[in-house]
Structure formats: C-alpha cells, structure tokens
C-alpha cells in the first residue's frame, strides 16, 4: 500500500492506494515540525480512524510539508510516520516539491504557493532550484492567508476600513486590540490565525476595499518572487493554494498585466501528486 501526504501548517491531505482501483482519501491536522514535536504526530494519527485498520500494511509513505527544510526536521516527521507506520519506507521532503510534480510534473516552470502562506521555486525538468524566498509569516509570505490577515487586522484596529466593512468583521471575529494581541504574542501558531481570516475575503469579494487587498498582495508575490527570475515571462507559472485557487480571477488578472503564462491553479496538490508518484516514482 503506499500512502501519499502533502501538508500545509493548517491541514495535511492524503491519499491511501489500497489497489489499482481503490483509495481512501482523508484530511488530518497540519504536520509542521516547526509547530508538533514528534509525540503530537503520533497523536494526530491515533486520532485518524480512516488509517487505523492500515498501519501496518502500509509499505511506502512519501510525506511533503510545510517546514520540512532541514534534515533535523524530516527526521522529525520520519520519526514520528516510522512508530506509526512500522513496516513502511518513509520518505519526507518540503511541500513545494509536491506541488512541482502536481503542476509541471517533468516539465520545467515555476511553481508557486500561495495557501496559508506563499514560497516559489523553479524547475528545470531535471533540477529544483533552491529559493531565496519562502521566509514565513514575520519576514514573507506576500498575498498568502497570513498577510490577508494581516492587512485586515491592521486596517480594521487603526480604523481604516470602511464602515460597512467594519461592522461586519466585528460581528464575524468580535476582535479588539487586546485579543488580538494575545493571539498573536500569548498563544500557539499566530500564523493560523492570521489565515483563519482570510475567508472574510471570500464573503465580501464584492467589495473594491477588499478587491484592493487581493491586488495589492498578489503584487508583492509576483514582484517579489516571480520576477525575482530574470526569464519568468518565458516560463509557464503554476499555482498551488486556497488563496490563489478561490482568488483566481484576480491573480489571473495581475498575471496577464506582467506577462506571465498561467498554467494550473490546483487548491490542493494530493490527487495530482498521488498520480504522478505511481506513474513515475520519485
């Protein structure tokens, strides 16, 4: 059996190939070493009854996620997966190799993610490029859920968000500065909360303010990550996440101004990555 994972901070997706014509699909926690130490792996996976009956027919599990970019750290996850799944090779790599073989597959193009964070890299059909992007949520992150949540807690808590807008945040997240504060400076994972904002964009998309936000933040990516690859108007560009997937037509937009070729626009990677790794392998 082999088992498939691509985890964000927020949420990971698997798939589970039981044979040629049957897999399971199911959703757990985010799997981030930054945030789990090996112990609350294990545990989201005694909390998992989808993966139970399976543990110990599982024979392969090819694990990308978020925060994966040290040895030190995928040790972690293989750690953890190795108790769990004891019969099993293990390997574990970072989430932005997942969405290359999702989207160009082995084609070469750029691949970028923009879900609860963002990060790029370019592949050139046989080689991933290292990055000088993907910083996270303090120093990076352009047009991702955690800068969106940034933008409107800031706006909204200096009083510049317009009055109708205003008034229904407040009623959505009842937010002031001093919880806003212990979120962010007093409890875990500030960057998941700065994301769960995000779906207040969704809910207004009507309105310019908001329209202005997405703009402005799918500005700072492509400024600051596509064009940091001095060919990227000869490139096709690949797009992984929740916020590039249900703001599309905007990121469309923006794209089609700077003359960059659009390829997919994939919310989740997994269907994809499962395919191409019994395909081809990795």
């Avoid at 985010?30 to 789990?36: A, K, M, Q, R």
């Avoid at 207040?200 to 402005?216: A, C, Q, R, T, W």
Wanted: charged share 20%; proline share 4%; aromatic share 12%.
């Amino acid at each position: 059996m082999l088992l498939v994972a691509d985890s964000g901070s927020s949420k990971a997706d698997w798939i589970l190939t039981l044979s040629d014509t049957k897999t399971i699909t199911f959703r757990t926690n985010g799997i981030n070493p930054f945030f789990l130490a090996e112990k609350d792996i294990i545990k989201i996976f005694h909390n998992t009854p989808e993966i139970q009956p399976y543990t110990d027919q599982v024979k392969e599990i090819y694990f990308f996620g978020a925060g994966c970019s040290s040895p030190d750290r995928r040790e972690n996850i293989s750690n953890a997966l190795s108790k769990v799944f004891k019969n099993a090779f293990v390997s574990v790599d970072i989430d932005i190799i997942a969405s290359i073989y999702a989207t160009t597959g082995n084609s070469k193009g750029i691949c970028c993610i923009i879900g609860t964070g963002s990060n790029i890299t370019y592949f050139d059909g046989t080689r991933i490029h290292e990055s000088k992007h993907g910083l996270g949520y303090i120093l990076g992150d352009e047009g991702s859920g955690t800068w969106i949540g940034k933008q409107l807690i800031t706006s909204y808590l200096y009083g510049k968000m317009p009055t109708e807008l205003a008034h229904d945040f407040f009623e959505r997240y009842r937010i002031d500065k001093e919880s806003v504060i212990k979120h962010l400076y007093q409890e875990p994972s500030p960057n998941f909360y700065l994301a769960s904002l995000a779906p207040f964009m969704s809910e207004h998309i009507g309105h310019p303010y908001i329209v202005d936000i997405l703009k402005k933040g799918f500005k700072e990516f492509i400024e600051t990550n596509i064009k940091s690859y001095p060919d990227y108007k000869h490139q096709t560009c690949h797009f992984v996440g929740s916020i590039a997937y249900h703001f599309s037509e905007i990121l469309k937009e923006l794209c089609i101004k700077n003359d960059i070729k659009i390829g997919k626009i994939l919310k989740h990677p997994i269907e994809e990555l499962s395919k191409f790794i019994q395909k081809n392998g990795i």
